[in-house]
């Protein structure tokens, strides 16, 4: 995988995968980004709980990545499979280095396989075989969760991805333990 692959058109990248779909996606530089997350949560009363949270993690990122070796890249961006022109995915909130997922809550098996499924899209390892994959730049993929229920990260589904390279992070706060 390489960067070289990509194709960046002055508004959107575009990127063929291994199984011949071609994806594309927004590029708004780092100001328009953080004017996004800073919209979403001044309207904060108004949206989705799970958009929220979304903005808030991004916000964090944003913060921490100001004084190191990168940079906020993506917040709530969806991906898009120009063949058939269907939604292929979304990322929460990325930097040059990680895709990060953020759930309020991860409190059910429903949730744990929807969150397999989803981020079988961003494993490197899975760059030929899913179908869907979107991570052409190998990214470190992490979780950033608040509650798992009555649930540990000793489940099945969560240890899976852990043992796959998936980062788990309990709350914002802590996302200074990537940096």
Not at 127 to 150: C, Q, R
Request: charged share 30%; aromatic share 8%; hydrophobic share 35%.
């Amino acid at each position: 995988m390489s960067e070289k692959q990509i194709v960046f058109d002055g508004q959107t990248f575009n990127w063929t995968n291994s199984n011949n779909i071609t994806l594309k996606w927004s590029g708004l530089s780092k100001e328009a980004i953080i004017k996004n997350i800073d919209n979403v949560l001044s309207k904060a009363e108004t949206k989705v709980a799970g958009d929220v949270y979304e903005a808030k993690v991004a916000k964090k990122i944003a913060e921490l990545v100001e004084n190191q070796a990168d940079e906020i890249t993506y917040f709530a961006n969806t991906v898009e499979n120009k063949n058939t022109q269907s939604q292929n995915g979304d990322i929460d909130c990325a930097t040059k280095r990680y895709i990060i997922e953020a759930k309020s809550g991860l409190h059910n098996e429903k949730a744990f396989k929807g969150l397999k499924e989803q981020l079988e899209k961003y494993l490197p390892e899975n760059s030929k075989s899913a179908k869907k994959f979107m991570n052409p730049l190998g990214k470190k993929v992490v979780v950033v969760y608040e509650d798992l229920g009555t649930f540990t990260l000793n489940h099945p589904i969560l240890k899976e991805l852990e043992e796959k390279g998936v980062i788990f992070i309990k709350g914002i706060d802590n996302l200074k333990k990537l940096y």
